[in-house]
């Protein structure tokens, strides 16, 4: 039985409720259930109220229907299969259908034996939880791009399987852009799979009551992530600070020190927006404050980096351990997380996490951060291990207040990012900005800063960082960042690692965010005030990485760090005004090349080159020894940024990479006499 309601199209068989409703700017929900009912449980990305929904166009005719939204149609066949097309009638999707027992949709259609649905719901028996699979036509040639981010180099994912899981270095938003003029959300925080294979396209939850999606049409790929950023939540008006640099490492191990390298920064004159405080700066994980003897005064410690001009960032974890004043309590209340199996303090080494999907907890733990932190002028946090990084990623072993970490795991990130979220917005605060290491779809507009987690030192790693930047910014997420030079395994003595260090120096000095951060080798130890290098310690308590300030490479790289470093700062007005279209229409600020030219065929194959808004190209170079490489050139005119060189576009051009040199083209004159402003007046006197 077909019927419509409230402006919603439903399709009742047998045991199969489905319902398709307009939610957003040329956009349908499709939602399907074997219970009797939809359920609101609060498991879902979409907005709750619905933007720039017209009243929808709906026809029903026998046993089949249409229904319209904008530039989106979807036929709704007697089967139940849908099929979805643009306002042009072109087909963008559809379900994978190869059932003999379905009815036949045209006469003298032929039986199929497969006998496979698009939708199939296998019960959890004796619960009202299902293994969901939804399948789709695959098409030949078809791109994919978005999804979040993960440790691979491919910007098109077609052919690639994803875990719909979080981890440290994986962040799933399960939202994906396609070359065929559509975008798809899969609505549903369970932990799962999707795959983009050649013979079909199939989505996957683990552990579900409902199947949940979302799905938009646009002319071109700024369209349809702009139709995404309008039902999932755009990010906050970025503050102007966070285009500047960022200095941090693991880790400043005291007040003192802190300060120490913010006056050195400033004794040699170098811009420094924002310093950090990494990990176990606190007493016990669960305190959520300053061990004293280290950090005895924070007050003056941000009076005096404000004087400097500098914010102040602190990390916090979820993690709670026994010994933690906090533990017993919030053990009592419910406020950890659970297991299904096994002592709740193996979750994480020894130590267990806030449950940050209940809402009790998440105000505890605040109102922790706002008394030890927040109180003594600190404003940023950097929310770490958000994932969470539980032991082994035993995701069935796992339960929170929103249900198995199966069914609603993928949520955990974005409930901690909303913790601080409404914290700072509660203070009166609209610039909020939290550095995260994980997010699900939705997490942009509580702040939420991303970066690609504890990566290797390697030029492999480097390379994975351009096409995680762009997917990132294509599923939502403008705010993006990496470790530069990457986390794990950097010896500052080698020159391996100081041009590894140099290449993501100046690939970083074109991300969204400008941030240095490492565990650097040799290894330190600090013992009764004194520090001395260290084979293989591993005692948090005391270690700490070699020195990672711009200077603790030579001079050579000093020399290169120093010359982006005041470029950065030339391009911050430029970058604000991304900022801007970030915040009002969820526009990437790194993004790829078709995201601006989606008419050149060329712009869809490029997966090492990006735009940084629409004037600057950025070509990083990602492998070892390189001092060249070729680079493709929209239409247009492009002058070179190092020499002043002007190029015309529309084909591929070789460019000069010595290690001071990143690839980089600009399309705006104006921009290029702004960023080139020192070098412009040496060549006057020169001349003079």
């Known amino acids: 039985m ?44 979409l907005s709750e109220t619905i933007p720039d929904t017209k009243k929808p166009e709906i026809c029903i005719e026998d046993d089949t229907a249409v229904i319209r939204n904008g530039k989106l149609r979807c036929e709704m066949l007697c089967t139940g299969k849908l099929k979805f097309y643009n306002q042009n009638d072109e087909l963008l999707l559809e379900e994978y259908d190869k059932n003999r027992f379905r009815k036949k949709t045209a006469p003298g259609e032929p039986d199929n034996a497969l006998e496979i649905a698009p939708r199939e719901f296998i019960p959890h028996h004796g619960t009202n939880y299902y293994q969901l699979t939804v399948r789709f036509e695959a098409k030949e040639g078809e791109r994919f791009y978005g999804m979040g981010q993960y440790s691979q180099p491919f910007l098109n994912l077609k052919g690639c399987v994803l875990e719909l899981a979080q981890r440290n270095s994986q962040i799933s938003v399960p939202f994906t852009v396609s070359d ?21 396209t199939e989505w996957k939850a683990d552990s ?25 939540g755009k990010v906050p008006m970025m503050p102007e600070y966070a285009t500047g640099f960022w200095q941090s490492k693991l880790r400043y191990r005291s007040q003192e020190e802190v300060l120490q390298i913010a006056r050195e920064y400033k004794k040699r004159g170098l811009p420094l927006s924002v310093m950090v405080i990494d990990f176990f700066h606190w007493s016990a994980q669960g305190d959520f404050r300053f061990d004293e003897k280290l950090w005895p005064d924070p007050e003056a410690m941000v009076r005096e980096l404000e004087e400097l001009g500098i914010k102040l960032m602190v990390s916090v974890w979820p993690t709670v351990e026994e010994k933690s004043e906090n533990f017993q309590y919030m053990e009592e209340m419910g406020y950890l997380i659970r297991t299904e199996m096994g002592p709740r303090l193996g979750i994480k080494n020894k130590d267990t996490y806030m449950d940050a999907t209940n809402p009790e907890a998440r105000e505890f ?16 946090f950097w929310l770490d291990e958000c994932e969470p990084e539980v032991t082994k990623y035993e995701y069935g072993n796992y339960r929170t207040y929103a249900g198995s970490h199966k069914e609603a ?4 990130p974005r409930k901690f990012a909303r913790m601080v979220y409404e914290g700072r917005r509660a203070q009166g605060e609209e610039e909020v900005l ?50 530069i030079g990457g986390f794990h395994g950097g010896d500052i003595r080698t020159e391996k690692f100081k041009e590894l260090f140099v290449r993501w120096f100046e690939f970083g000095a074109f991300c969204p965010v400008f941030r240095l951060h490492g565990f650097r080798k040799p290894l330190v130890i600090a013992e009764e005030g004194k ?22 490479f030579g001079e050579t790289v000093y020399k290169i760090c120093e010359k982006y470093m005041r470029l950065r700062e ?38 090492d080159e990006y735009m940084l808004g629409p004037d600057l190209l950025v070509a990083p170079v990602t492998a070892e020894g390189k001092r060249e490489r070729e680079i493709y050139l929209p239409e247009g005119k492009w002058i070179c940024l190092h020499t002043g060189e002007t190029r015309q576009g529309g084909r591929n051009v070789n460019a000069e990479a010595a290690l001071e040199r990143i690839p980089v083209y600009v399309k705006n004159a104006d921009l290029y006499r702004l960023l080139t402003e020192d070098q412009q007046m040496r060549r006057e006197r020169s001349d003079g």
């Open 2 to 45: 077909i019927y419509q309601k409230e402006g919603k199209l439903y399709r009742r068989y047998d045991k199969e409720l489905l319902c398709l409703e307009p939610w957003g700017p040329n956009g349908l929900r499709v939602r399907a259930t074997q219970l009797n009912a939809f359920l609101e449980d609060g498991l879902t990305a």
């Open 180 to 200: 065929r003029g559509y975008g798809f959300f899969w609505n549903n925080p369970a932990i799962g799979k999707a795959a983009f294979g050649r013979n079909l």
């Open 208 to 232: 579900t009551k409902q199947m949940d999606y979302w799905i938009t049409a646009g002319d071109s790929p700024a369209e349809i992530v702009e139709n995404y950023a309008a039902v999932t």
């Open 365 to 380: 733990v605040w109102q922790k951060l706002k008394k030890n932190y927040y109180d003594k002028g600190i404003r940023l």
């Open 409 to 412: 795991g993928n949520l955990y």
């Open 434 to 483: 939290s550095l995260v290491r994980c997010a699900w779809a939705g997490s942009q507009k509580y702040g939420a800063l991303v970066w690609t987690g504890d990566v290797a030192s390697e030029f492999d790693c480097l390379k994975n960082q351009v096409t995680a930047g762009m997917n990132m910014g294509l599923s939502g997420f403008p705010w993006w960042t990496t470790d």
């Open 531 to 552: 520090a001395f290098i260290a084979g293989d310690a591993k005692s948090w308590d005391y270690t700490s990485g070699s020195p990672n300030e711009v200077w603790s």
């Open 570 to 607: 030339k391009m911050r007005p430029y970058l604000m005004e991304q900022m801007i279209a970030a915040h009002e229409k969820g526009t990437p600020v790194m993004r790829p090349l078709f995201y601006d030219y989606p008419s050149d065929p060329a712009a869809w194959e490029l997966e």
